[in-house]
């Protein structure tokens, strides 16, 4: 069964509702962003003044050769990592200033990361990872709940017991996604959710992604190699050598 066939005939929905905004301050907005690091005797220039803009409900891939710095922009855009100049504004709030146990909240509260290892924590079941990031900000309800009506929203309602080594790799894909839902981020960044899959479950993971963009009306921003996400995506953005290439 796809994910879209199992999907469609579930029973519990999803509390998410369409967001729209009327604003035209971006969801997310990267300035002149760059990124080097200490190299022997000099530097290594890895993002050379990357500028970007992202609005509301967008799907955008972030493509680009190996080693072209997608993952270093991902982890800046995400607050995980900091640029050595420029700026990142999320909402319109710049958050290459914030202080880190402000910058924490920022990001518990807009911004689910999704790994390409998928990151989960091994002795935990399904559920139980998706739980972890509600006990940690404010969020209304019990955290068993609302992680069993996330995994349900990912096609997972038949294994919240079940822990990582358990899953496919395409069901540990989904759990991630449903983790970095949890706290009802407005942006979702995923840095080759399709890279660990085979084909069958890339496509299912990919239908699942549009689906919640069409469902929720989050914004996407997906770093990929695999031409069918750029595809999928609403417009690409090609990094090389640091820069936004045209
Ligand atoms: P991509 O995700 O597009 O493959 P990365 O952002 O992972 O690219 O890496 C971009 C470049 O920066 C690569 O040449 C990589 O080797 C280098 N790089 C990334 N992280 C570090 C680091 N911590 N130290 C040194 N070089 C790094
Ligand atoms: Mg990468």
Do not use: C
Request: no cysteine.
């Amino acid at each position: 069964m796809t994910w879209g066939e199992r999907h469609s005939r579930m029973a519990v929905e999803s509390s998410e509702k369409p967001i729209s905004k009327s604003t035209d301050v971006p969801a997310l907005e990267g300035r002149d962003i760059r990124k080097s690091l200490p190299l022997g005797g000099s530097r290594i220039e890895i993002l050379r003044g990357i500028n970007l803009r992202v609005e509301h409900g967008e799907f955008v891939a972030v493509v680009g050769p190996s080693g072209s710095g997608k993952s270093t922009l991902l982890g800046i855009i995400a607050g995980l990592d900091t640029p050595t100049s420029g700026q990142v504004l999320i909402d319109g709030v710049d958050i290459t200033r914030m202080g880190e146990g402000q910058l924490a909240q920022v990001r518990n509260a807009k911004i689910g990361m999704v790994y390409q290892a998928f990151n989960l924590i091994p002795t935990l079941t399904a559920q139980e990872n998706v739980e972890v990031p509600l006990y940690v900000g404010k969020h209304s309800g019990r955290p068993a709940d609302r992680a069993k009506e996330l995994l349900t929203l990912v096609g997972l309602e038949h294994r919240l017991g079940n822990r990582p080594n358990q899953l496919s790799g395409g069901e540990q894909q989904r759990v991630a996604v449903a983790r970095a839902l949890a706290a009802d981020p407005a942006i979702v960044i995923m840095d080759e959710p399709t890279g660990n899959l085979d084909q069958k479950n890339s496509e299912n993971v990919l239908q699942m992604v549009r689906d919640l963009r069409d469902r929720t009306g989050k914004t996407f921003i997906i770093a990929t190699h695999d031409p069918n996400v750029a595809a999928a995506a609403d417009r690409s953005i090609r990094i090389v050598d640091g820069l936004v290439a045209d």
